[in-house]
């Protein structure tokens, strides 16, 4: 009796004590983050580690090949473009069902885009779908709905534009495009977000808030053999350094913050760790704002001279090589990027010149901001030390990234912002994401993300007109334009562009898969192609 | 100064007594002590892959993640913390003896009001506010030392109310109002001095508790702006690199323990000193 | 007696709208926008507007406070600005966590406090009594989050003793309950340590111990129970000392508890969970000192009439 009781209670004690381990199995992978997960809905999800989570869950009418950015249908079995660009016709794929059972139809499509766009749903991405005849009725309140969607059937869903939109079938790729079914989101009464239905690669089948999520594949997904791994969990409030050190004890397959910078010389010179680092480029550049609307900013030479002031070969030692320094606004991935395009060189002496030039030879006092998460406060200290060697005296004010934002878009008030923690990366691989919003006058506003209130009329009239060559024909020329209208807005020096991020990702040996599925420029993760091996 | 004579008397508040002179010391001489700027972030300071380098040669304890000397930004961290410490706590202090005597001295229901605020004030979660506020305005070094002495005078009003409670009642200042003494005057020469040992004893004591939260809100990255060194945000900026340069946590950790510590022990001596009362209280 | 619990229950509540009232002016008094985080960088002008206007933010502050007071009476927090989801349900999905992760830390601190407290009220004026003072101030005076870290390295890190974080087994809860446990330990110890020299100090112990009695018998059925009401109390305050600072231990632990939800709901301006965290918090502290302040007559009865 007594010996079956110890028995019982040290077999019990030794559970209890053991870590839990969770030890990837078969075709199930194991993927940490250290944020929990804000949503899963896709009208509302709008961060980089929901960006692929959304991306597997549903279906949308574009979609890339995976690893890189060429647009192919994916919900649509095939789509024609009206020759003058303000109609296009996509006929949907037969049989495509949500996970709720019911078939996906052309409605479903409709109602997904107008809820984007909804006020209502108070959406980041409402802005993407301007284009679309009844844009400005919706979200001004004035309709319910956006009547340039028509189905004339089940199987075919028509857009009329209001002007030729060159990006519109980016647009339908983004995941704001996603297919949700109306009765799913109105059942769950406002926590879609926490209880998704899709037609994608995956389903959730769970969700312990605050600790994991784990997704299953869909068995008739309309693309054969995708997804390649049966099922991956996401488990959440892993520190990164404590993700890495599972990974090497095979407890984690993808640690999704990355490795931290201390680890990372130690696991690139250890023998496995050339298959575990995943380093690939990112539609990313990391940018000082200069604003123009604030002395002694307003004067181009001052510009140029603090352009030319800063050593970004440092910063980029900071962050342990793992970026490039940047020269223009676009990165190199980008089409449009001017590989012959100098910039403004590291030239001490040259920025001094340019001060005196501007008389400001003794120099001045400003203000840097930048947010307060490590390690963009070190990065804005050795810029602070740059501008010092030139006579800028920079005071530095790292806040909560809410206060950077709004003290961005507040006319007359932050001189110098970093970007770091908050910069622009492509929402799709087009080179007019990169404009209108961070510099075009439209973002010149109250609120707005043009930080440096930078307003250049002419440029954004050959910025509307490059966007309007919808057709595929001239993509060519629209490229070209682009490329000159960046670099034409560069020689005005608006920013200082310092860094292209590269994304490093931590995968385990049995992951298989070439880097840029890992780093898919425009899914972050494409869980629909990754593989064990 | 019979109590320096009474505190170097007890083993434990000497060796609290010898570390805070010691801090303000080298705080004070920071400037003249400190082998390097502690903003210079000097290219010798990092290896040649980027990291921070261990204790020894010209840098004493190291380099940090920017390659700036270890031991320079530590001498006039102590600056910082010294600062805040005398700053947040100098205000904390005075609003809790403002406060706490005019509630105890006046009754009824301006009394009634002031306690019921500072019960209200009691029931806030005191980190959280200070992280909320510090995190939500424009954090610097006044920011920080306000945000703490909000939420540090609490317990000092507290105290200060039943203690001046305590002396209304008594004969001698029944007296002085039938003698026809005003307010001030009482006040003044008579309650308010024999407040002066509570505020002394919770003043020293106020320094230790100030000194560990503003460590926790710099290492929360809410702290003092950078490149002012508080060893809080020492350890914020290499928090990533604790396993592969720890002396980056070790020291600045070490340094707030002792520091902390010896204001503890400094305050706790002075109340078995100066107020029999209180004694081995808390 | 039961007037002056519901005196002391009506004031609790006054104090808890006191609570919400000061944060949500400070939430809203501050410079960031939360409509226009909500909206993303892609945003039309518009599209924030009706933003703002959606979530009621164009109205006057007297107005917004007193849309979320009559919500509060039926118990709704209101819905995160990012997440959408209702606060109530991220704050109970997160609670229990917070719960644990404090009577983990309040057993060690009362385990080592009692223990520590005792043996030193026994060895008074001694060696062990000195260490032991000692100790309860360092544990005081020590920073949490590099006890945390440290505890991290060496027993998760380097030993491996320990998981390194996360949540799920008594394992999980071994790190993150010790660094909390060991810091307060002392305040206990100090308590216990006062509360049994009382006890010991006492004539009848002299006579009892003159009679033969064992100091076992002496120590736990006289003077331990003599400490058992302040630690009671003490435990009341601490309850609420620990809703406010936990937030450290859970962040360098990956807990997940309402420490973690605060802080990225500070990030990202969610006001909506900041009031809902700070509101629970309030809760648990008012609680907690009422039923230190209740306790008190029993321990001190001077206290009973107040």
Not at chain 1, 323 to 352: I, R
Request: proline residues 6%.
């Amino acid at each position: 009796m007594l010996r079956r009781w110890l028995l019982g209670t040290t077999t019990a004690a030794a559970i209890m004590l053991a870590p839990l381990a969770v030890m990837a199995e078969g075709k199930d992978i194991v993927v940490t983050y250290k944020d929990d997960i804000v949503t899963l809905d896709p009208a509302i999800g709008y961060d980089w580690v929901n960006w692929s989570m959304i991306k597997s869950l549903y279906s949308r009418l574009m979609d890339y090949e995976p690893g890189t950015a060429t647009l192919v249908p994916s919900l649509a079995e095939s789509f024609e473009v009206a020759p003058d660009g303000l109609t296009y016709t996509f006929k949907l794929r037969k049989g495509v069902k949500f996970s709720s059972g019911r078939d996906v139809v052309a409605s479903d499509v409709k109602y997904s885009i107008e809820r984007a766009v909804d006020p209502k749903t108070q959406g980041p991405g409402a802005g993407f779908f301007g284009a679309i005849n009844g844009f400005e009725d919706l979200t001004g309140g004035k309709a319910t709905g956006l009547a340039g969607i028509e189905t004339p059937d089940d199987g075919t869903v028509v857009f009329k534009l209001s002007r030729p939109d060159a990006t519109f079938l980016h647009v339908l790729a983004i995941n704001f495009a996603s297919v949700v079914p109306k009765e799913a989101v109105e059942a769950a009464g406002g926590d879609f977000g926490k209880k998704p239905v899709g037609s994608g690669t995956f389903v959730l089948k769970d969700w312990v808030i605050g600790q994991k999520l784990v997704f299953e594949k869909n068995p008739g997904y309309y693309i054969k053999d995708t997804p390649k791994i049966d099922g991956f969990t996401v488990e959440v409030g892993q520190e990164p350094l404590v993700a890495l050190l599972r990974l090497q004890k095979g407890e984690v397959d993808i640690a999704g913050d990355g490795i931290p910078p201390a680890k990372f010389l130690e696991i690139k010179n250890s023998p496995d760790g050339a298959q575990m680092i995943v380093d690939g480029e990112q539609l990313h550049t990391g940018y000082v704002t200069l604003n123009t609307k604030v002395k002694p900013f307003d004067d181009l030479k001052v510009r140029q001279a603090v352009n030319h002031a800063i050593n970004k070969d440092r910063i980029v030692r900071i962050l342990n090589g793992r970026a490039t320094p940047a020269k223009e606004v676009l990165p190199p991935l980008m089409p449009g990027y001017d590989s012959d395009y100098s910039g403004f060189a590291y030239d001490v002496a040259k920025a001094k010149s340019l001060l005196a030039e501007a008389g400001l030879a003794d120099g001045f006092q400003t203000v840097l901001y930048a947010t307060n998460t490590d390690p963009q406060p070190r990065i804005a200290q050795a810029i602070q030390q740059d501008l010092a060697a030139v006579g800028v005296k920079a005071e530095i004010r790292a806040l909560a990234q809410g206060n950077v934002i709004a003290a961005g878009g507040t006319e007359g008030e932050a001189p110098m912002i970093w970007s770091g923690g908050m910069a622009w990366i492509a929402d799709f691989p087009d080179p007019s994401n990169f404009y209108g919003p961070i510099l075009g006058c439209a973002g010149a506003v109250q609120g707005g993300w043009n930080w440096s209130w930078y307003c250049n009329a002419e440029l954004d009239k050959r910025a509307t007109a490059a966007d309007s060559m919808s057709d595929p024909a001239k993509s060519g020329d629209r490229v070209g334009a682009w490329k000159k209208i960046f670099t034409d807005a560069m020689n005005d020096a608006p920013w200082i562009p310092v860094t292209n991020e590269r994304r490093v990702v931590a995968k385990s040996l049995r992951m298989g898969g070439e880097n840029n599925i890992y780093i898919d420029p425009t899914r972050v993760i494409n869980y629909d192609a990754i593989f064990v091996k | 100064m019979g109590i320096l004579r009474s505190l170097s008397r007890q083993p434990a508040a000497l060796f609290g007594l010898v570390i805070v002179v010691a801090v303000v010391v080298l705080a004070l001489a920071a400037p003249l002590i400190a082998p390097f700027s502690p903003d210079d972030q000097m290219f010798d300071g990092l290896t040649l892959e980027g990291a921070p380098m261990p204790p020894g040669g010209q840098f004493l304890l190291g380099t940090d993640t920017l390659g700036r000397d270890l031991f320079s930004r530590m001498l006039f961290g102590a600056r910082t913390s010294l600062i805040i410490g005398i700053v947040a706590n100098g205000i904390a202090v005075s609003i809790g003896l403002f406060v706490g005597i005019v509630a105890g001295y006046l009754r009824g229901l301006p009394s009634s009001i002031l306690m019921r605020f500072t019960d209200l004030m009691m029931a806030f979660p005191a980190l959280l506010l200070a992280i909320v506020l510090a995190a939500l305005l424009k954090p610097s070094l006044w920011i920080v030392a306000m945000v703490i002495a909000l939420v540090n005078w609490v317990q000092v009003a507290r105290i200060v109310y039943t203690e001046t409670r305590g002396l209304v009642e008594r004969d001698f200042i029944m007296a002085e109002r039938s003698l026809g003494a005003g307010h001030g005057r009482i006040l003044l020469l008579h309650i308010l001095p024999h407040l002066v040992p509570t505020a002394i004893v919770w003043g020293t004591l106020g320094i230790a508790t100030t000194v560990l939260l503003e460590a926790t809100l710099s290492f929360l990255g809410i702290g003092v702006q950078p490149p002012q060194p508080s060893w809080g945000n020492i350890i914020f900026e290499s928090q990533s690199y604790f396993q592969a340069a720890p002396w980056l946590v070790f020291f600045p950790g070490m340094v707030i323990l002792l520091t902390a510590l010896a204001f503890n022990l400094v305050g706790d001596a002075l109340r078995d000193i100066l107020d029999p009362t209180q004694r081995g209280r808390g | 007696m039961a007037f002056v619990l519901l005196r002391r229950l009506g004031q609790a509540l006054l104090i808890l709208l006191g609570v919400a009232a000061i944060t949500f002016v400070l939430l809203y008094a501050l410079p960031a926008d939360p409509a226009r985080m909500i909206a993303g960088r892609s945003a039309t002008a518009q599209t924030v507007a009706s933003i703002r206007h959606e979530l009621g933010l164009d109205q006057p502050l007297i107005i917004q406070f007193w849309t979320y007071l009559s919500g509060l009476l039926y118990g709704d927090l209101g819905r995160s600005y990012a997440q959408k989801t209702e606060v109530w349900t991220l704050i109970v999905a997160r609670l229990p966590a917070t719960l644990i992760l404090m009577a983990a830390g309040i057993t060690v601190e009362v385990v080592l406090g009692v223990t520590f407290g005792t043996v030193a009220a026994v060895k008074r004026g001694g060696t062990v009594d000195r260490l032991v003072m000692m100790a309860s101030f360092v544990g005081v005076s020590a920073p949490q989050f590099v006890v945390a870290l440290l505890l991290l390295y060496v027993f998760a890190v380097t030993l491996g003793w320990f998981p390194m974080s996360g949540y799920g087994s008594f394992a999980h809860v071994v790190l993150p309950a010790t660094t909390l446990g060991v810091l307060g330990a002392g305040w206990y110890a100090r308590m216990v340590r006062s509360a049994m020299i009382d006890v010991l100090n006492q004539d009848y112990v002299r006579t009892a111990r003159a009679k033969g009695l064992s100091s076992r018998r002496i120590i736990f059925r006289h003077a331990l129970p003599n400490a058992i009401l302040p630690i009671v109390a003490m435990i009341g305050i601490d309850i609420g000392q620990f809703m406010g600072g936990v937030v450290v231990v859970e962040a360098v632990y990956g807990w997940p508890g309402i420490g973690q939800l605060a802080w990225q709901a500070i990030q990202q301006v969610d006001i909506p969970i900041i009031m809902g965290v700070t509101l629970t918090s309030a809760l648990a502290i008012v609680t907690g000192n009422l039923l230190a302040d209740l306790i008190a007559p029993f321990i001190d009865p001077r206290i009973r009439t107040s």
